[in-house]
């Protein structure tokens, strides 16, 4: 019987595996803390354990692994116009939901200040250190590891529809904006594949539900080059590129492909029809998640099973690790989270046997 480890780094190879790997994604305190107390695990080690997870990269906070930044703005409230708005590290001002679950960009600081002026934060080298720790005390997991998102970044500087007139009007400053954000990632990966983690986890939001968010020849424009260095500095160092987009990007998966991705994420099944990516682009590609949150919370354990037994059948036997498409939503209830694991439990050993 293969360990974690083995098992997901076979997948990632798509080579024959006794399993299909399991992940989660839960990082809301209200999923997470109804999923622990049902299953009577307090210790989030033991949880993981009760579900089979094959990776790590969660910490006890339930934030992820990574090498932080220490920014010019000190994160904190402020009062706006009467509002009171979070400020991030980066300066960008959000607003919260009553309630504390959504929150929203409302003050860019590239709307006000010049790009070349901006301060951008510095890479927390001294970091490495718990990264390198954090492997040791897993060696038996598939590590995995965050590095910035430049794109999701730049639209918060900017603001959405300030980056993509910049884009067709200014591409020079969204060239200079890009070079100093893919410059932090690039660093952060290679500080994270030298501490040993398995996998380097990027990328961006760039689909929407039925469409990209930018068109494909812009995303070759100002992105597809960058993620290709991004790659290689990944790749020198003996580590997975793990790529992140949610929503529609078909049109773009033939260009990760050749930028170097070794898993794409989460393939969202209410966006994509997951068979027929796997069909396309399983002899190069691996993939993770095609668990639809969207639909999760809405579902009779007998359908979540139904679900997981799909997702097995049309991604597997291998290159393929099953987990929610995305962060379980608050209000899923805790029988269906626990359905997807039991009934992986189940079905994901039967779906590798020759």
């Not at 993981?48 to 790590?56: E, G, N, P, S, T």
């Amino acid at each position: 019987m293969m360990g974690p480890r083995e098992r997901c780094l076979r997948a990632v190879l798509r080579e024959e595996v006794d399993r299909i790997p399991l992940n989660i994604w839960i990082e809301r305190p209200e999923p997470y803390g109804s999923l622990a107390a049902r299953l009577g695990e307090s210790d989030l080690e033991r949880l993981l354990r009760r579900l089979q997870v094959d990776y790590r990269g969660f910490l006890p906070n339930i934030s992820s692994l990574g090498i932080g930044l220490r920014g010019a703005f000190e994160p904190g409230w402020v009062e706006v116009g009467g509002r009171r708005l979070w400020r991030d590290q980066w300066g960008v001002l959000h607003a919260t939901s009553s309630d504390g679950r959504t929150s929203m960009h409302v003050v860019h600081p590239l709307e006000s200040t010049d790009a070349r002026e901006y301060p951008f934060p510095e890479v927390r080298e001294e970091d490495f250190a718990a990264v390198e720790k954090f492997r040791r005390e897993h060696e038996s997991y598939c590590v995995v590891a965050y590095a910035l998102q430049p794109f999701e970044t730049a639209c918060a500087l900017f603001g959405y529809n300030a980056l993509y007139r910049a884009m067709l009007k200014e591409p020079w400053k969204v060239d200079y904006v890009l070079d100093k954000l893919f410059a932090i990632a690039e660093q952060q990966a290679a500080l994270l594949a030298d501490a040993g983690v398995d996998q380097v986890y990027s990328g961006d939001d760039v689909g929407a539900q039925t469409t990209m968010l930018i068109s494909p020849q812009l995303w070759r424009r100002f992105l597809k080059p960058r993620y290709e260095r991004l790659a290689r500095v990944i790749h020198r160092r003996g580590a997975f590129f793990h790529f992140h987009s949610d929503g529609w990007i078909e049109p773009i998966v033939p260009d990760l492909i050749e930028v170097g991705v070794d898993v794409l994420e989460p393939i969202q099944p209410e966006c994509m029809d997951v068979k027929r990516i796997k069909e396309l682009y399983g002899d190069k590609l691996s993939f993770e998640g095609g668990l639809g949150v969207q639909r999760l919370p809405f579902l009779s354990v007998e359908e979540v099973v139904g679900e997981v037994k799909r997702l097995i059948e049309n991604l597997g036997p291998t290159g393929y690790t099953l987990r929610p498409s995305h962060t379980i939503l608050p209000g899923t209830p805790v029988e269906n989270i626990i359905a997807v694991y039991d009934a992986a439990a189940r079905y994901a050993r039967r779906a590798s046997r020759p």
